[in-house]
């Protein structure tokens, strides 16, 4: 079965800085993988995904993501914070044969620093 | 359209008592999700249907849990008896197209403290 890992809790960065959350899945293919944001006391919002073809992908808000099968990784990437970005990132990944269940990581908790 | 819509946003209630969230999924979806969010076990599946449909249920936690959507723009997950272990932000989701490859639309959630 596959799964997704996202090793970090909580992160912080400075206003303008650049930023990236790391995530890991397990899959034995290609899975379908996704990044959704979660602002306080919001449901999530789909930032990217990523099924096939060119390893960068492009979301919204500025966001993207590098594919990496070598490394089993899809981080997400931002060149410059600012302050409404603060939230909580989901990695989720799914698999052709999952049908419609998407596995999602713990998330990674985003403070921004004045 | 207003997107997915859940009431009550927030329910405050009292252990052994029972518990009915509503979700209204975005017009013309044809997937309905129901999710669960605590803090320990994250973001979990807990049945998604298909056209009205339960497509898969193995995530329901207990018999205590109950789903089910009438027509396709209302669904409930009913918790009978409530305990303060169900205490969780619950997210209903709606989507187009068959598969995993489409985007998932999630409500503002219902937020349920069992006391």
């Known amino acids: 079965a596959q799964s997704v890992t996202q090793p970090d809790i909580h992160i912080t960065v400075s206003e303008g800085a650049s930023l990236e959350l790391r995530c890991n899945y397990s899959?034995?293919?290609?899975?379908?993988l996704f990044w959704y944001v979660q602002s306080p006391g919001q449901g999530l919002q789909l930032l990217l995904k990523?099924?096939?073809?060119?390893?960068l992908v492009q979301g919204i808000k500025g966001f993207e993501a590098e594919f990496k099968r070598s490394q089993s990784s899809f981080n997400l990437r931002k060149p410059s914070v600012h302050w409404s970005d603060a939230a909580e990132y989901f990695c989720a990944v799914g698999t052709p044969s999952s049908a419609s269940k998407i596995i999602f990581g713990s998330g990674t908790r985003l403070s921004i620093r004045p | 359209d207003a997107g997915v819509i859940q009431s009550p946003r927030h329910e405050v209630t009292e252990m052994g008592q029972e518990v009915t969230l509503r979700c209204k999924p975005i017009s013309g979806h044809d997937y309905l999700f129901w999710y669960r969010q605590t803090m320990m076990r994250g973001l979990e599946l807990l049945i998604y249907?298909?056209?009205?449909?339960?497509?898969?249920d193995s995530g329901m936690p207990e018999d205590r849990f109950s789903a089910k959507m009438p027509n396709a723009s209302f669904s409930t997950l009913k918790i009978q008896p409530s305990e303060p272990r169900d205490s969780a932000v619950y997210f209903c989701?709606?989507?187009?197209?068959?598969?995993?490859?489409?985007?998932?639309?999630f409500g503002p959630g219902t937020r349920l403290t069992v006391l």
């Open positions: 899959y034995g293919a290609t899975p379908y």
């Open positions: 989701a709606s989507s187009f197209l068959a598969g995993v490859s489409d985007e998932q639309f």
């Open positions: 249907f298909n056209n009205n449909v339960p497509i898969d």
């Open positions: 990523y099924f096939s073809g060119d390893t």
